[in-house]
Nanobody
């Protein structure tokens, strides 16, 4: 069983930055791929970013590409989402997700790919 705990959400003005962190209860170096998803009010949960267990492969949704950066520190069992140039459309609850990876370079972008989820952290971007 993997437990995930997000932190770092809050209220920020458009154009600002936030840094989200996700702490995992399991050694993330143990072939665990990670991802970030987000869910805005009235909308389905959508993919934002993902990273392979070794950290060498990342992928992003088009809506955040160039503004968000996902990274991980397997020594600390954490994954981070650095969010820059935030827009009001980025307002959502952000969720950290994890799964056992098939390959070291595997990244996963579908909700159903991930069996383990955090409780989420609210990000609100004001205009």
């Amino acid at each position: 069983q993997v437990q995930l705990l997000e932190s770092g959400g809050g209220l920020v003005q458009a154009g600002g930055s936030l840094r989200l962190s996700c702490a995992a209860s399991v050694r993330t170096s143990s072939n665990v791929a990670m991802g970030w998803f987000r869910q805005a009010p009235g909308r389905e949960r959508e993919f934002a970013a993902a990273i392979s267990w070794g950290g060498g492969v990342t992928t992003y949704a088009n809506s955040v590409k160039g503004r968000f950066t996902i990274s991980r520190d397997n020594a600390k069992n954490t994954v981070t989402l650095q969010m820059n140039s935030l827009k009001p459309d980025d307002t959502a609850v952000y969720y950290c997700a994890a799964r056992i990876a098939v390959w070291t370079s595997s990244v996963y972008v579908e909700r159903n790919d991930y069996p383990y989820w955090g409780q989420g952290t609210q990000v609100t971007v004001s205009s």
